[in-house]
């Protein structure tokens, strides 16, 4: 397992972009599936965002796919979302988490180190 710490966060206009990053610790990071995910006030986490051990498969929640980029970089350890065209519905605590396999993708009980989580809301 890897412990994670997300950065980037914070408060932004529909229509705007932010960048997170997630940081590993450990010599491992390419072992692992990455992924985001997001929980809203009063809802439950939903998957975001999933990229393979090297980068070479990715996967989108529906409601993601065309705004947001997953990206990783393995030799720093850490892993991004470019978010792109933001909206209101996408305010929410946005946590990293890491999976211990080649291709995990949107499977939550997989993932089991999680980051802090990052604050990102979106004004109207």
């Known amino acids: 397992q890897v412990q994670l710490v997300e950065a980037g966060g914070g408060l932004v206009q529909a229509g705007g972009s932010l960048r997170l990053s997630c940081a590993a610790s450990g010599r491992t990071f390419s072992r692992y599936t990455m992924g985001w995910f997001r929980q809203a006030p009063g809802k439950e986490r939903e998957f975001v965002a999933a990229i393979s051990r090297t980068g070479g498969r990715t996967n989108y929640a529906d409601s993601v796919k065309g705004r947001f980029t997953i990206s990783r970089d393995n030799a720093k350890n850490t892993v991004y979302l470019q978010m792109n065209s933001l909206k209101p519905e996408d305010t929410a605590v946005y946590y990293c988490?890491?999976?211990?396999?080649?291709?995990?993708?949107?499977?939550?009980?997989?993932?089991?180190?999680w980051g802090q989580g990052t604050q990102v809301p979106v004004s109207s």
């Open positions: 988490a890491a999976a211990f396999g080649e291709w995990i993708g949107n499977y939550q009980q997989a993932y089991a180190s």
